[in-house]
């Protein structure tokens, strides 16, 4: 896994670009921490940081190549190809030549080959630049469920791109700025992430299944895969069947790597499928969770966690014979690592969800594994979520859940009306776009907008959580429910039959039920675990506190004071999460309006 960073200038590149380029890769140098590299021609600078998984002798980046008219194509590639072997033999019975074993080269034939519609020919998750030096022209690809980022800034002078936002921000001609609309992207919809706009002015990412290209200031984005609605005909033996298949064929896709690799295990049905499939492929294989310290004897249930992951995995991992890891994590450390996760994501984030990711990340790279595999991506194909049942029609499907943080935010802001609007509007443009047959009953019409609802919306978010904290930790993180023929036949399952058993994900569950413990194998849904211990809580109000006495703090330009000291006079202990998570908020916004000294417009 790999940091990608670059600039285009359309009148050409005036000097000083290589220390520009360096500054922009350095800010990505988690994200490859095994090595760096620059390409700097007449008009284009592109940049990579690399972390070595498959090839790592000579697969280092970015890589050049001669193109079918002689210039130079030149590739700074993120990501994985699981089909890239299949790939690679179909190249070379056109006659290509290749100069490495690594899927990168795969990538860049395959570009000068087919054009950028090689894309459709991909199974893995991916996204890169592909500067084409005869043509002029930019290209900027992203993998079908969106796992691994790309954004871009561009006016009609030049182009500048990253895998992350901070990566841009490290280019002179960029400035951080937050406006009406970012402010309603920061504070409307937290923690989901709306794929169609960023927060900063003037920031837009790679749509998932999207191409993008840049040619003289024109810029033209492409779908090239999107869920399609089909009648599904296969009964309940036979999609518990298929879907058994498609998973221990994107499972076994993902395992290839040339450095040590594990699973994820949380002891639920999703991480423990794919820990018994990956077990029946890697002997000795290594599994690992996270707990709390203070969770042993003093438990403390929530609406998305409903028990305990640790003994749930340790039970798995005895069952499928795993080497298994449970990292245990303190207050302490939460509090310590908080502030470099936060800078690490270049976003106000929801630290209590993700800050503990990162610190599991770590441990496993300390315990000698690069590259883990896990199960993001089942809930939203097999409904798994409790909002899939309860939710009125109109509304997010997690409202309840994850409650609107423009309650914080000062009333003269409030009042604005693309910031009321935001949520509105931003529903109601997703719900337009569900793919759906005239055929299908009510149920599955509901059941079609609520998964539509959280991939597009909810996926995007766990997807960058995962991203940004693995990569923090040097981790390759894989996801194989995310696999894009998977989640196609998925798709169009009907409501009943996902439903099967009246149990969340019943159909998956009896697609997989034989590989796990049985009261493995129907263990309720319960989300990744928070950081909900009370000395966090306590921790979090007061550093808010602290925040309160200062005036001057940049926050206060767009949140109410007076509804912060409410909230800490009303709920001192942290006893309620929503109260948590909008303090927890405020505080990490403060801290990146100042570190970024973000300009409000």
């Known amino acids: 896994m790999c940091g990608i960073a670059g600039y285009v200038t359309w009148a050409g590149l005036t000097g000083g670009d290589g220390a520009v380029l360096d500054r922009m890769t350095g800010t990505l140098r988690h994200r490859g921490p095994d090595g760096a590299g620059q390409w700097i021609g007449a008009h284009a600078a592109i940049g990579h940081t690399r972390l070595s998984v498959i090839d790592v002798d000579s697969g280092a980046q970015p890589m050049v190549m001669r193109g079918r008219n002689g210039a130079a194509l030149v590739i700074s590639y993120n990501g994985e190809l699981y089909n890239y072997r299949k790939l690679r033999a179909q190249l070379q019975g056109l006659g290509r030549v290749f100069r490495t074993a690594s899927d990168t080269e795969v990538v860049l034939q395959a570009f000068d080959e087919w054009g950028a519609g090689c894309v459709e020919r991909f199974t893995g998750m991916f ?275 994850y409650q609107e943080s423009t309650p914080l935010l000062r009333r003269d802001v409030v009042w604005e009306a693309e910031l009321t609007d935001y949520a509105r509007d931003s529903y109601a443009t997703a719900r337009n776009r569900i793919p759906r047959l005239d055929s299908d009953t009510p149920a599955d019409r509901r059941a079609r907008e609520v998964s539509w609802l959280t991939y597009t919306f909810y996926l995007d978010f766990l997807l960058q959580r995962v991203d940004r904290m693995s990569m923090a930790a040097s981790v390759e993180a894989r996801v194989p429910f995310c696999d894009h023929d998977l989640a196609q036949y998925a798709w169009n399952i009907p409501w009943a039959m996902k439903n099967h058993g009246g149990i969340e994900k019943g159909i998956l569950r009896a ?82 309006l100042t570190d970024l000294r973000v300009r409000i417009a």
Not at 293 to 308: E, F, G, M, V, W
Not at 535 to 557: E, I, K, S, T
Request: proline residues 5%; negative net charge; charged residues 25%.
């Open 511 to 592: 697609a997989v039920g034989d590989l796990l413990p049985a009261d493995v194998a129907m263990r309720r849904k319960s989300g990744y675990p928070s950081a909900q211990t009370a000395d966090y809580q306590r921790a979090q109000f007061g550093a808010a506190r602290d925040v309160l006495a200062d005036h001057g703090a940049p926050v206060w330009q767009v949140v109410d004071r007076s509804v912060v000291e409410r909230i800490i006079a009303d709920d001192d202990n942290g006893a309620d999460w929503t109260a948590l998570n909008r303090i927890a908020y405020v505080l990490e916004t403060n801290m990146w």
């Open 127 to 401: 996204a890169f630049a592909v500067w084409d030096e005869h043509a002029r022209t930019l290209t900027l690809a992203r993998d079908p469920l969106g796992v691994k980022p790309l954004f871009y800034v561009h006016t009609p002078d030049h182009v500048v791109f990253g895998s992350e936002e901070k990566a841009i921000l490290a280019h002179p001609e960029v400035e951080p700025v937050l406006d009406a609309a970012g402010l309603a992207e920061l504070f409307c919809l937290v923690p989901m992430v709306n794929r169609e706009r960023t927060v900063l002015r003037g920031f837009h990412q790679v749509e998932p299944g999207h191409i993008v290209t840049f040619r003289h200031g024109i810029v033209r984005s492409r779908c090239y895969w999107r869920l399609e609605a089909r009648p599904h005909r296969d009964d309940v033996p036979t999609t518990a069947e298929r879907i058994r298949e498609l998973l221990q064929e994107s499972v076994r896709g993902q395992l290839i790597s040339d450095v040590p690799l594990g699973t994820m295990l949380s002891g639920g049905v999703d991480s423990s499928a794919v820990a018994a499939l990956a077990a029946q492929d890697v002997p000795g294989l290594k599994t690992y969770d996270i707990d709390y310290t203070s969770t042993r004897t003093n438990y403390s249930a929530s609406a998305l966690q409903i028990d305990r992951d640790s003994p749930w995995a340790v039970k798995m991992a005895a069952h499928i014979g795993s080497a298994h890891s449970t990292r245990e994590v303190s207050t302490d450390e939460l509090l310590a690592a908080q502030d470099h996760a936060l800078r690490i994501w270049g976003r106000p984030m929801h630290r209590s969800l993700s800050v503990s990711m990162y610190l599991l990340f770590q441990h496993i790279r300390d315990s000698g594994t690069i590259v883990v595999v896990g199960g993001e991506g089942a809930d939203e194909a097999f409904a798994g979520y409790p909002w899939w049942r309860d939710t009125p029609v109109g509304v997010f499907p997690w409202h309840r859940t």
